[in-house]
């Protein structure tokens, strides 16, 4: 009789636990079925989100933090959102990691692996992770202050699932100045200190510390170089290798808003050296990592092993000129798709590309390749079952065909839905541009400033791949490999079901395009 109650017991609780995580997949399903939620990006659960940052990964696991504000789909008092993957691509969404405080709020920063301990915050055997953020006090702001912002440190000594602040925060006193923020800090093995990288208005500084503790000011860069059309922000400093050599180039990633090269907010990058004390560059134009408008305050991941070897990024898919505006109601932005920054020597020039993570191959579903063909005049493409919105597109264009054939002066590749709204990628030769245009891609009222097209000098070849990820409110271009990248959102009334090409005054050859539908990441 006891072992039968036994039985029916167990049986009680496993049909009760069934039911209970059906329901929790159930509501997961329908809370991420919500008109333009990501499928394939990560978003939080609800309300608002801007910056990614203090992206560390330890133990197996890639940390993501972002800005968050859990009261409201608009920016609000700043904490740290976070979530944890396995694999850059399914997350796992976590408590809050930080809250405001009697400080103030909690900005943008990073996180590291201490593994010496020289922090004395963890231990020789359990290294603690330690996240370093801007304090910003809205009191003292409103109050007329100019030293509002200052940085704090917090640890933790169980793979980041909570967080201590340090108790003789702040750690870096601002000095008198109104943009004092967004720490990014790594460790120089040379002089074995802890380096820096503040956002100091127009420019950046540098600052070093033996424990993540103390620190002390060791240069300033950027004034007199650069876009210089808003406040920077959120910068990150590596040292790379520059692919197929054995040349090792520093590389600085500097956010702006506004100011970026098609409106608004935007990332620059500089190639220099760095000594541990201060950062040169022989460099004199401004570079940019991605034309589209919707890839902002990007940084890269702490920690990745040696044996990964990749430098991976993250950036936040919107822009400060409509972010707080955008169609969406339970939740507010998205991240772009995680990217590995690769330094190429192109013609002799230093230049940073960006390509998807091989990871993104998982969650590839049916695939099919298009047969080659000649394109001219336009074109629809026969994509089978494969719905445009959540999918991955590879394109081989060859656009000289033979000697007497130099290629079209136009061509391009255009989304389009059944109400004649459409998305276009495109390429003119007679100016050497490469452009997207959402200029009729469906929504655009709620601001002034988000329709339009968006374009980069580019000189092409007598080929271009395009490579494109197309989910339910976002389209990203990756262009030759990744020499020329756009990120830009858009807002079809209803989804877009047709892909096109087009070739104006002249032909060209698709050689060869493959087509995959993509998984959601919240699918149970």
Excluded at 7 to 35: H, M, P, R, W
Excluded at 220 to 243: Q, Y
Aim: charge should be negative.
């Amino acid at each position: 009789m006891r072992i039968t109650l036994i039985l029916i017991f167990a049986l009680v609780v496993i049909s009760c636990t069934t039911k209970e995580q059906k329901g929790i997949n159930d509501q997961q399903q329908k809370f991420y079925a919500e008109k333009y939620r990501p499928q394939f990006h990560f978003s939080p659960e609800k309300m608002w989100m801007n910056d990614p940052n203090g992206m560390v990964y330890y133990d197996g696991e890639y940390h993501l933090f972002y800005q968050h504000y859990p009261d409201d789909n608009v920016w609000g008092p700043m904490h740290w959102g976070h979530a944890i993957s396995r694999d850059l691509v399914h997350w796992q969404h976590q408590p809050v990691a930080l809250y405001p405080d009697s400080l103030g709020m909690i900005f943008s920063g990073s996180a590291v692996v201490d593994w010496k301990n020289t922090s004395g915050l963890g231990s020789a055997n359990k290294p603690p992770l330690v996240a370093i953020y801007t304090i910003h006090n809205r009191e003292d702001e409103e109050a007329g202050r100019n030293d509002f912002q200052s940085q704090g440190v917090a640890y933790s000594q169980d793979k980041g699932r909570t967080w201590i602040k340090y108790a003789n925060n702040p750690v870096l006193k601002n000095p008198g100045i109104r943009d004092f923020r967004d720490p990014k800090v790594t460790w120089f093995a040379d002089s074995e200190k802890w380096i820096m990288t503040l956002a100091v208005q127009d420019r950046v500084e540098f600052y070093s510390s033996p424990n993540l503790i103390d620190w002390t000011k060791e240069s300033e860069f950027g004034s007199s170089l650069g876009a210089h059309g808003g406040v920077w922000e959120c910068p990150d400093l590596f040292e790379m290798k520059v692919k197929g050599s054995d040349e090792n180039v520093w590389v600085l990633l500097v956010s702006i808003n506004p100011g970026g090269p098609n409106g608004g907010s935007a990332t620059q990058y500089f190639l220099g050296d760095f000594d541990g004390s201060e950062f040169t560059t022989e460099q004199s134009e401004t570079k940019w990592l991605d034309y589209g408008r919707d890839n902002y305050a990007g940084v890269t991941w702490s920690d990745i092993p040696e044996a990964d070897g990749r430098r991976l990024f993250i950036g936040w898919m919107s822009n400060w000129s409509y972010a707080t505006a955008v169609p969406t109601e339970k939740w507010r932005s998205a991240t772009t798709i995680p990217r590995e920054l690769i330094l190429e020597k192109v013609n002799n020039e230093y230049v940073l590309t960006s390509v998807p993570v091989t990871e993104l191959e998982i969650i590839r579903d049916e695939g099919i390749e298009l047969p080659s063909q000649v394109v001219s005049g336009q074109i629809q493409l026969e994509t089978a079952n494969i719905e445009p919105m959540r999918s991955e597109m590879k394109f081989s264009f060859q656009l000289k065909n033979d000697s007497q054939n130099d290629g079209p002066e136009e061509f391009g590749i255009v989304l389009k839905n059944n109400r004649g709204e459409d998305f276009k990628i495109g390429y003119l030769s007679t100016e050497s541009m490469f452009y997207t245009d959402r200029s009729n891609g469906g929504l655009d009222s709620f601001s002034d400033n988000f329709a339009g097209k968006h374009s980069a000098e580019y000189r092409a070849g007598e080929t271009m791949e395009i490579h494109l990820f197309i989910d339910e409110a976002s389209v990203e271009v990756f262009v030759d490999g990744g020499l020329l990248v756009f990120t830009d959102i858009v807002f079809p009334t209803e989804p877009y079901n047709k892909v096109e090409l087009f070739a104006k005054n002249g032909s060209m050859k698709l050689q060869k395009c493959e087509v995959w539908s993509l998984k959601s990441i919240w699918e149970p």
